[in-house]
Nanobody, 114 residues
Framework: QLQLVESGGNLVQPGGSLRLSCVAS????????MNWFRQAPGKEREGVSC???????FHGDSVAGRFTISRDFTKKTVHLQMNSLKPEDTATYYC????????WGQGIQVTVSS
């Protein structure tokens, strides 16, 4: 069974940092590109960051320079390091694997507020 489980979401003040983790099971992590998406209330789900099978990384314009995606093959985990957080980063964050069929995590809440 393909599964992704996110952790690390929390309430944080503007300017703070969080690290999200996504643990994969049921498939080999290094065979697939991995992504983080987010969805804020009333808005469409948007792509945040992606890491390819060759470890090339891509980030959306709104998070470039602040967020970093990485993967730990030994722990079958993908991380999203989020620095200099802003209130507009508040959203539910989802981990996604480009498996067939595709696999989504259950989502985890990140709230940036003073």
């Amino acid at each position: 069974q393909l599964q992704l489980v996110e952790s690390g979401g929390n309430l944080v003040q503007p300017g703070g940092s969080l690290r999200l983790s996504c643990v994969a099971s049921g498939f080999t992590l290094d065979h697939y590109s991995m992504n983080w998406f987010r969805q804020a209330p009333g808005k469409e789900r948007e792509g945040v960051s992606c890491i390819s099978t060759t470890n090339n990384t891509f980030h959306g314009d709104s998070v470039a320079g602040r967020f970093t995606i990485s993967r730990d093959f030994t722990k079958k985990t993908v991380h999203l390091q989020m620095n200099s957080l802003k209130p507009e980063d508040t959203a539910t964050y989802y981990c996604y694997a480009d498996t067939s069929p595709s696999t989504w995590g259950q989502g985890i809440q990140v709230t940036v507020s003073s």
